[in-house]
């Protein structure tokens, strides 16, 4: 069931079996008080998706549109824009190509962060953590959803590697359309990867510059949280 920017009312997707880790009840340094208004709550998935649902009522455009970072095998960051498309119940899952230069990355580090950052609510949220490959019918799913063109023009790109010309790209196209007709199924090198994140942190603009940042960390996926007051 995919979240479609401002197109669905979906944001927070409860995946099936996931199993929610146990939030920690006790927040690390800090009475829960402090950590009232925008920041309140005790699971930091519900957080995200309280902020994003803020940003679709105020962003002009891709209010999901995330900054994915990645690492190359030379150890240099990377990181280029990527929708979100998913926040689950211990992850975010976003769509791609898995033959592009971010997937070599993805793949072979098995860690990535990712930064949203809306200017018209003046708040971040930071996420860093581990990478799987989803490309069971929750990609099939979300690649149904999207519209016949965008599902043609995932065939057609070469994600990533040299083009000639625009008309070479718009040859290879009509020649997919043709081969595959109106319901072509989902690439086998195009599917979602899933962010386990062991660090999220909130982030919201302040008076001054004296910012509020609420970091939450875990040790892995299905632990609980602790919760920490950063300087700005
Ligand atoms: C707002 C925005 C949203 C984007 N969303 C996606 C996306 O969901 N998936 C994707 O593969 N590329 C998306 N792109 C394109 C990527 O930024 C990038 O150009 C492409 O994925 C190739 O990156 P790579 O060569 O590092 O693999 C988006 C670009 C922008 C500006």
Do not use: C
Not at 22 to 49: C, L, N, W, Y
Not at 164 to 186: I, Q
């Amino acid at each position: 069931m995919p979240l479609d920017g401002l197109h669905q009312g979906r944001v927070l997707l409860l995946v099936a079996g996931s199993g929610r880790s146990v939030v920690s009840k006790s927040f690390q340094g800090m009475e829960m008080s402090e950590r009232d208004g925008i920041f309140a709550g005790t699971d930091p998935f519900e957080i995200a998706t309280r902020w994003l649902e803020d940003a679709k009522g105020s962003e002009p455009n891709d209010p999901n549109a995330i900054a994915l970072a990645t690492v190359d095998s030379e150890g240099l960051p990377n990181v280029r824009m990527v929708l979100l498309k998913e926040i689950e119940r211990d992850a975010f899952v976003f769509y791609t190509n898995y033959e592009s230069a971010k997937a070599a990355e993805l793949d072979s580090a098995g860690k990535a962060a990712f930064v949203m950052h809306w200017k018209s609510l003046r708040r971040q949220i930071r996420v860093r953590g581990t990478i799987t490959r989803e490309t069971g019918p929750q990609a099939d799913e979300y690649y149904a959803s999207r519209s016949l063109k965008s599902r043609l023009g995932a065939w057609a790109s070469k994600q990533s590697r040299p083009l000639s010309s625009r008309s070479a790209l718009m040859a290879e196209v009509a020649k997919v359309t043709a081969k595959l007709g109106p319901n072509p199924p989902r690439p086998p090198f195009w599917g979602g990867y899933r962010l386990e994140p062991n660090e999220i942190e909130f982030w919201a603009d302040g008076a001054f510059r004296l910012h509020d940042r609420f970091q939450w960390r875990r040790d892995q996926a299905g632990s609980g949280w602790q919760v920490q007051r950063l300087n700005p």
